[in-house]
């Protein structure tokens, strides 16, 4: 609940707790009163992540809009069908039982799952994802993807997201035996629901499921890797690694029925669990023993002590700007803003910053100027390097599992511009 996507992986749990109430109209007072508590701690839950939201972040808000607006009008949705559902649960009930006593039904879902991730498989080569860069934010990824592409040796394609390799990307981090094993776990789950075996795991692979299928289709994030794993990280590997060892579990428990003996099925338990740990241990061997990102820490502190008292920080270039904004803004606790730059320029007009300086020290403030390098400051005071940091980082792949660590460069120069600018 504490990230904004984190509402759409929510919808399965407030479809479920409608379920529950409608099940508790239709005569199953148990299920009946599990459902009104869930939903009462789901709604407040997400409203208290919401109401901060609106109350802290709202220009975040505002710029999520495009898909955050949609995603609420779904919910509403979700809630107007759970309040017709539980109104008319105790007419539905009987069609409902008739309907999941269809002899297709289960082999049908079985068959759709397979199909489904069949799909995301094949993905690669049906579709080429792309975007046009509508907004500040999609051109300076697009040259971000360009300068990655040239990195990695691949063709350069500003406007390729690589979306329709999302299904690689989890096999990638799980393993293709740990991806396959999920696959036949989820179809052989989704069928015994259907025969209304297993309603235990109802909640939980609903919220798999759904996750998965939504964040591969369109993970919306800048594609490179390690770094796009956070769209993997809170819902899709560990559903996915909880789906494969319980596949494990149903074939060692199948080999049982089919006749197997207690040492054939130790074979299949231990030769399994090597096939779901060999493969991340495979994927991390170039970058687990590398230490990245040392010394950050030190020099933000540094850069911190070094802002004046009563600092307003203008970030004077576009690097510095993308980087250190928000780093400064939140760990030096300094407002801060960036200077809109000049056209087809990394750095803004001179009439620019020394207006915005002005009227910086006209509030009472000290303005505090930030750039990559001091050429691009002493037009307005007398730079003073502030960070001169070099750090190893992961890679950033594309196309490949990441398993390499790329040097890091950050120069940061400040000037303190007189008191008549």
């Given at each position: 609940?504490?990230?904004?996507?984190?509402?759409?992986?929510?919808?399965?749990?407030?479809?479920?707790?409608?379920?529950?109430?409608?099940?508790?109209?239709?005569?199953?007072?148990?299920?009946?009163?599990?459902?009104?508590?869930?939903?009462?701690?789901?709604?407040?839950?997400?409203?208290?992540?919401?109401?901060?939201?609106?109350?802290?972040?709202?220009?975040?808000?505002?710029?999520?809009?495009?898909?955050?607006?949609?995603?609420?009008?779904?919910?509403?949705?979700?809630?107007?069908?759970?309040?017709?559902?539980?109104?008319?649960?105790?007419?539905?009930?009987?069609?409902?039982?008739?309907?999941?006593?269809?002899?297709?039904?289960?082999?049908?879902?079985?068959?759709?799952?397979?199909?489904?991730?069949?799909?995301?498989?094949?993905?690669?080569?049906?579709?080429?994802?792309?975007?046009?860069?509508?907004?500040?934010?999609?051109?300076?990824?697009s040259l971000f993807i360009v300068a990655v592409q040239k990195a990695n040796g691949l063709p350069t394609e500003a406007y390729r997201l690589y979306y329709e390799n999302s299904a690689?990307?989890?096999?990638?981090?799980?393993?293709?035996?740990?991806?396959?094993?999920?696959?036949?776990?989820?179809?052989?789950?989704?069928?015994?629901?259907?025969?209304?075996?297993?309603?235990?795991?109802?909640?939980?692979?609903?919220?798999?499921?759904?996750?998965?299928?939504?964040?591969?289709?369109?993970?919306?994030?800048?594609?490179?890797?390690?770094?796009?794993?956070?769209?993997?990280?809170?819902?899709?590997?560990?559903?996915?690694?909880?789906?494969?060892?319980?596949?494990?579990?149903?074939?060692?428990?199948?080999?049982?029925?089919?006749?197997?003996?207690?040492?054939a099925r130790r074979r299949i338990t231990a030769g399994g669990a090597v096939l779901l740990l060999a493969f991340p241990v495979i994927t991390s061997a170039g970058t687990a023993f590398?230490?990245?990102?040392?010394?950050?820490?030190?020099?933000?502190?540094?850069?911190?002590?070094?802002?004046?008292?009563?600092?307003?920080?203008?970030?004077?270039?576009?690097?510095?700007?993308?980087?250190?904004?928000?780093?400064?803004?939140?760990?030096?606790?300094?407002?801060?803003?960036?200077?809109?730059?000049?056209?087809?320029?990394?750095?803004?007009?001179?009439?620019?910053?020394?207006?915005?300086?002005?009227?910086?020290?006209?509030?009472?403030?000290?303005?505090?100027?930030?750039?990559?390098?001091?050429?691009?400051?002493?037009?307005?005071?007398?730079?003073?390097?502030?960070?001169?940091?070099?750090?190893?980082?992961?890679?950033?792949?594309?196309?490949?599992?990441?398993?390499?660590?790329?040097?890091?460069?950050?120069?940061?120069?400040?000037?303190?511009?007189?008191?008549?600018?």
């Amino acid at each position: 609940m504490v990230r904004i996507d984190g509402l759409r992986d929510l919808l399965p749990v407030l479809a479920y707790a409608g379920l529950l109430i409608a099940r508790g109209r239709a005569g199953e007072r148990e299920a009946g009163r599990a459902g009104v508590p869930l939903l009462g701690g789901l709604v407040a839950g997400a409203g208290l992540g919401l109401a901060a939201a609106y109350l802290l972040s709202r220009p975040y808000l505002r710029y999520l809009s495009g898909s955050l607006v949609p995603l609420l009008v779904i919910c509403g949705a979700v809630v107007l069908l759970i309040a017709v559902a539980a109104a008319l649960a105790p007419r539905l009930a009987g069609p409902v039982r008739r309907a999941a006593r269809i002899r297709w039904l289960p082999g049908a879902a079985f068959g759709l799952v397979v199909l489904a991730a069949a799909a995301f498989a094949a993905r690669p080569w049906l579709q080429t994802v792309t975007r046009r860069p509508t907004t500040p934010e999609d051109r300076t990824t697009s040259l971000f993807i360009v300068a990655v592409q040239k990195a990695n040796g691949l063709p350069t394609e500003a406007y390729r997201l690589y979306y329709e390799n999302s299904a690689h990307w989890v096999a990638w981090y799980i393993g293709i035996p740990a991806a396959l094993l999920a696959v036949l776990a989820a179809a052989v789950l989704a069928r015994r629901l259907v025969r209304g075996t297993a309603a235990g795991w109802a909640l939980p692979l609903a919220v798999v499921v759904w996750t998965t299928v939504g964040t591969l289709y369109r993970p919306a994030i800048t594609p490179d890797h390690p770094w796009a794993a956070r769209r993997l990280v809170p819902v899709i590997i560990p559903g996915l690694v909880l789906l494969a060892v319980w596949g494990l579990h149903w074939l060692r428990d199948r080999a049982r029925r089919s006749g197997y003996g207690p040492a054939a099925r130790r074979r299949i338990t231990a030769g399994g669990a090597v096939l779901l740990l060999a493969f991340p241990v495979i994927t991390s061997a170039g970058t687990a023993f590398t230490p990245v990102e040392r010394g950050e820490r030190v020099a933000v502190e540094a850069l911190c002590a070094a802002l004046p008292a009563r600092a307003s920080v203008l970030v004077a270039e576009r690097v510095t700007a993308d980087r250190f904004t928000q780093v400064v803004r939140g760990t030096c606790d300094v407002p801060t803003a960036r200077i809109v730059l000049a056209p087809r320029s990394d750095v803004p007009a001179p009439a620019d910053v020394t207006r915005l300086a002005a009227r910086v020290r006209a509030a009472g403030r000290v303005p505090v100027l930030l750039a990559a390098k001091d050429t691009q400051l002493s037009a307005y005071g007398m730079p003073v390097q502030v960070m001169n940091l070099r750090v190893r980082q992961d890679e950033r792949s594309l196309v490949d599992a990441p398993n390499a660590t790329w040097s890091l460069s950050a120069d940061v120069w400040m000037a303190v511009p007189g008191a008549g600018t």
